[in-house]
């Protein structure tokens, strides 16, 4: 049965939230998990994720979260332009920022070294009206992460500072054993648009090359800030990168024009990573390799399709091998 909680000031935990703390019910909710009667917690691991990663040297304390929903609010007219939108690229970094700090925030309230196997969800809950991302005042962006906090003494980190990772914990036993530890969780976001993508086409077949330049400009701006994160954390390597461009017509929203513009999105997640120092590497045993004398293919009830997968072959042996044993039993009786 849970316990009657006092009242909160209600202001004062929405003071907390406006400058981007976490709720005083979280407060207390955490400080919970802390006690001497701390009880069974939810956790977002898996149960291979569960054992490797206290294999890894990594207690499981509890799950924690952050998240933000953020107004972009009204731009400065952008039409008749291409290139990078700042506002609303700023906006999606902005809210990213504030769910991971608060994702932190409650990591550091339950004394944990790391938040591992991070889940994100990234989505617009309203775009402008007139479908431009934010020309009229109307984009609005909702960020969310979900992990679970441990504790990892071998983990570097400033004090009050864990660690966040979205890798999971398949990923950091095999970092762990290889001697490299987390350092930063790195994220990017570019918007990028692009100024009447199909004018002067006539018709006529051919790369809208206007639009294939955005693209890779609009990479460039985001790996450019990605790199200069994994700089900042001291990272050696970028693990587990996960890159998502999406592009989109969107109305020139200019009198009655008749042409389209293109909105080019790149969202760009990773984890940095470094050697522990003075780690040893543990010796990777290679299994011998086995070759089957079977001859797979020369007969032509053996006969394996380009396609087929491992468990095609495995089946199509046993059903030879049974040809086989047959031919042998009819020889015998002859």
């Known amino acids: 049965m849970s316990r009657e909680r006092p009242p909160i000031d209600v202001r004062a935990s929405v003071e ?6 976490i709720p005083l019910r979280a407060v207390e909710r955490l400080q919970d998990e802390m006690g001497d009667d701390k009880q069974l917690f939810t956790s977002d691991l898996s149960v291979s994720e569960f054992l490797l990663a206290r294999d890894a040297a990594c207690e499981p304390i509890s799950q924690v979260m952050g998240s933000s929903i953020y107004h972009v609010g009204q731009i400065p007219d952008y039409k008749g332009k291409t290139g990078e939108i700042a506002v609303i690229s700023d906006g999606h970094r902005a809210s990213r920022r504030a769910a991971l700090h608060r994702l932190t925030e409650e990591a550091a309230l339950v004394g944990a070294d790391a938040v591992i196997g991070v889940r ?28 679970t906090a441990v504790r ?3 983990i570097t980190h400033a004090p009050g500072e864990p660690v966040i990772t979205d890798l999971t914990g398949q990923d950091l036993w095999v970092l762990h054993r290889d001697g490299f530890e987390p350092c930063g969780f790195l994220f990017e976001f570019c918007r990028f648009h692009v100024w009447h993508v199909t004018q002067n086409t006539n018709f006529t077949q051919g790369e809208l090359t206007d639009a294939s330049n955005a693209a890779e400009q609009a990479r460039g701006i985001a790996a450019k800030k990605l790199l200069a994160q994994a700089t900042a954390c001291k990272a050696e390597f970028v693990v587990g990168s996960d890159m998502k461009m999406t592009m989109r017509e969107v109305p020139c929203g200019y009198g009655g024009c ?11 997640f990773g984890t940095g990573v470094r050697r522990i ?7 990777h045993h290679v299994p011998q390799l086995i070759l089957s004398m079977m001859p797979l293919g020369r007969r032509k009830d053996a006969a394996i399709d380009a396609e087929s997968d491992e468990d095609d ?17 009819d020889a015998g009786g002859e």
């Open 120 to 147: 994100l969800r990234d989505r617009m809950i309203t775009m402008g009206a007139r479908g431009k991302g934010g020309d009229d005042g109307g984009e609005i962006l909702e960020f969310t992460v979900v992990g």
């Open 152 to 154: 990892a003494p071998w």
């Open 313 to 329: 072959v495995k089946v199509a042996a046993e059903e030879a091998e049974e040809a086989a044993l047959e031919a042998d039993d």
């Open 277 to 283: 120092p003075g780690s040893v590497p543990h010796e």
């Open 258 to 268: 008749q042409l389209d513009d293109l909105d080019v999105d790149v969202s760009w």
């Open 16 to 21: 907390r939230v406006r400058r981007g703390g």
